[in-house]
Every structure is written in structure tokens, then in C-alpha cells.
């Protein structure tokens, strides 16, 4: 970006300059609408997110038997929803501040098969297209047993075609993992930030890996490049999927079940605050447009980035979206929270749910490293520092009066809140990466 336009972007927004100084900070968008009006634009509704959960229960029978751990959740991916008590004294603690209403943690960080939340929408994706092709050849229809996939028959049909993805870690991981199951082949273009167990991981699965020294952009555009050249390859579009989008957006129901078991109320008065840890924009976009869904103008969703990588506070803020990178305003995308390093969002979630999202916050490394440790010794929970990006997210909304009054929430409201911190990732984590992520805490 040149000297002029730079200095036009600045004067027009101000807050770039903290980004721009690594500050912590945050933003409430003022301009958020209605549910209905914010579900028209995103152009896909509840016929597609229930279509999307039914290919989840045909596909059951074929993840029970291809991956035994599912078997005690009948084959369907999902993840608890706990309290964190000791979390919330401690929040408390570390704000000098009280904290209302009922502090909880989605864990899919232990969600089974890719211990993140990427096992919603990758493995989503995958078995969509893995259904269109069996259809499309006359071996599958949708009264089967889809249990049928998991055979040597299958797995030689699916061997014809390949799969292609860039990522920072997790989404290859999901995808990688259950393609190679397919019998697919398939290739995950990972980024510099990428862990090196991961890597291996995925080696073990038979998966090739092709390693980039830069970061998720380039290692999305090479695999985008490598699908082009072969009609038999497939490639997932984590910038503008809607399909990945579907998979994450089934959480909301999903959830909303959970919460009836467990008597919690989400209405006028019992508001819901959910914190989403926030990459490309994807996976949060996808689970936050499934939570509109259900809990209507009554959920709150709050986008966590790393100081180093706020692309989608960026890219709305500024109106810009897709149309300008974190290194356009000179920030360096390097984050140790590899699942969050993407210098520009997805122009397809920032254009069409900017409405439904309230706010957007950052946080430095550090923070989620004594995070990372709190949540280690608190509430003995392992997770990786991306996962623990919206711990913070409750003391920030708490102390935003300006965005409580806007949304008529008073302290009476504010006592019966539940603030719900999505924990994306973590449970594969080696010991020894473990180790060194808590040696990393100064708290
Ligand atoms: C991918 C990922 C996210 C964010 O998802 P996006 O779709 O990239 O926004 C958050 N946390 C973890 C652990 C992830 O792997």
C-alpha cells in the first residue's frame, strides 16, 4: 500500500493505529442488524443447515465404523459443554472485576478424530463430496447404510480421485485424516506456521504433505493451483467455502440441544455471549450463523484474533475485507497461534456476516500462553494457543458499557448472562509440545 492511501486509511480509521502498534484492543460494531436481515445476506438459511445435519446422521454408521472413538456419541461429532468455575474466580482475580452470569467452554478441542473444531467443517466437506461422487456413479443412495463406505471396494473407487487443501495445521489435519480414510488421495499444502507434528501426523496417515515457508495465503493459492490442473481433484476452498461454512453452522442446534438438557435459557433476558477464536473466518462465521439460527437476536458472538494476525477486525473495520492484509498495513502474521495466523480473511464470511457479528478483539501471544497454563492447572484442560483465544472475551464485554446499553442489557440481564468460550483445539497436542507451550506462561 502506498504513502497516500495508507495516510487516507489511517485518518478514516484511527483504531488501525493500534493494530498497527501490536496493541490489545477491540472493536463493537455499531452497525450490526437483525437476524433476518443478517441471515439474507449470507444467502443459505435453515433448510441448508438441516440438510447439512442429516448428511451428518446418514454418515453415522460409516464414522462408527471407520472410527471406533465416535462410537459413543452414535457416530456424530460433538463436544461437551462444561463450566469453568474456577476459571471465572481466577478471570476475576486477574481483572480486579466481577464477572456475572455463568462462565462456560465448548470443548472442541477433544472433538474426536481432529481434536479441533476443524472436524466439524473439514470432514464435513469431505464426506459431501465423497457422497456426490459414490451417487453420481450409482454406488450410493441416501436410504443406504452408509456403514457400506468403510470397505476395501470403496476405498478402491475413491482412490481415483484426490483431495487438495492449504492450511496452517488443523484444517489439513480434519481433512487429511478422514480423506485418507476414504482411500482418498490427498494433498495438505501447509504454511510456515504449521506444527511439525502435524506434519507428521498426517505423513503416518498417508497424506502428502507440502511444506511452504510463507504463510496460509500462499500455501491456500498453491493448493487451489495444483486441483486446477486435474479434473479428478478436488479442492477446499477455506476462503470461500459454504460447505465448510454448513458443517461448523450445525454447532447451533447441536448446542441448542445441550442447553435444554441442561435447563439453560437463552431469551430476552437470559442473554447467551459466545467467544470464537478467529482465522479465515470460517469456522467461527460457520458456528456463530448456526447460533443465529437458533438463538436468534438473543446470541452474541465476540471474534477473538492474535495481535500479530487481526485480519477479520481489518478487513471489516474497514470495509475492505478480502481487499486488504494484515501486511498491507506492515503486521507480520506471525503468531504462535498457528491455528489463527491468516493475514486476510474470508471475503465470503466478512461480507455476509459482518451484520450478525457484535464485536471483534485482540490478544497478544502472551496472553494465551498464561491462559494456555490457567486453563492447564485450573480446570486441568489441555488446549493449544488458539484455543484459549476467547477466554479473555467475557472481562472485555463486561467492561464495555457503551455496547451493553446499545443492547439494552442491564445488570439484572447481565446476572442471568452465559458467556460461552468456544475452545477450538488441543487435545492431540504431544506431551512435549505441551510442556514447552506451559513453559511459556509468566503468570
Ligand atoms: C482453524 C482454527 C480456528 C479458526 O478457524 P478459521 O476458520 O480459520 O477462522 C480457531 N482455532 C483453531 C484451533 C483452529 O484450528
Known sequence: MNRLNMDTLLSKFPLLKTLIALQPTSWFNPNITSVEEGMKL????????QQASERLNRFAAYLTKAFPE?????????????????MKKQLQLDYGKPLTGRLMLKKDSHLPIAGS????????????????????AGLLEESDDYGKLCS??????????????????????????ISAKLGFSVSVHMSADARQWKKDKLRTHGVNVVEYEQDYGVAVAQGRKEAEGDANCFFIDDENSQILFL????????????????????DQDHPLFVYLPCGVGGGPGGVAFGLKAVFGDHVHCIFAEPT???????????????QISVQDIGIDNVTAADGLAVGRASGFVGRSMQGLIDGYYTL????????????????????????????????????????????????????????????????????????????????
Open 117 to 136: 473444531i476443524k472436524a466439524r467443517g473439514g470432514i464435513y466437506e469431505v464426506l459431501t463430496h465423497a457422497e456426490k461422487l459414490a451417487m453420481q
Open 247 to 266: 458443517g461448523y453452522s450445525v454447532a447451533g442446534q447441536r448446542l441448542s440441544q445441550q442447553f435444554n438438557e441442561l435447563g439453560i435459557k437463552v
Open 70 to 86: 465416535t462410537t459413543k456419541n452414535n457416530g456424530i461429532i460433538e463436544s461437551e459443554v462444561i463450566d469453568i468455575a474456577e
Open 364 to 443: 497478544s501471544d502472551q496472553t494465551m500462553y498464561n491462559y494456555l497454563q490457567k486453563m492447564d492447572r485450573l480446570e486441568s484442560l489441555q488446549l493449544e494457543p488458539s484455543a484459549v483465544a476467547g477466554v479473555i472475551g467475557p472481562m472485555i464485554v463486561s467492561a464495555n458499557s457503551e455496547y451493553l446499553q446499545r443492547l439494552k442489557l442491564d445488570q439484572y440481564k447481565m446476572a442471568n448472562a452465559t458467556h460461552l468460550i468456544w475452545a477450538t483445539g488441543g487435545s492431540m497436542v504431544p506431551e512435549q509440545e505441551m510442556q514447552d507451550y506451559l513453559a511459556k506462561s509468566v503468570d
Open 152 to 177: 476395501e471396494s470403496f476405498r478402491q473407487f475413491f482412490s481415483q480421485y484426490s483431495i487438495a487443501v492449504g492450511s496452517t495445521g488443523n484444517l489439513g489435519l480434519s481433512i487429511g485424516i
Open 42 to 49: 449470507v444467502g443459505l438459511g435453515q433448510q441448508e443447515i
Open 308 to 322: 500479530h494476525s487481526p485480519c477479520m477486525l481489518l478487513g471489516v473495520h474497514t470495509g475492505l475485507h478480502d
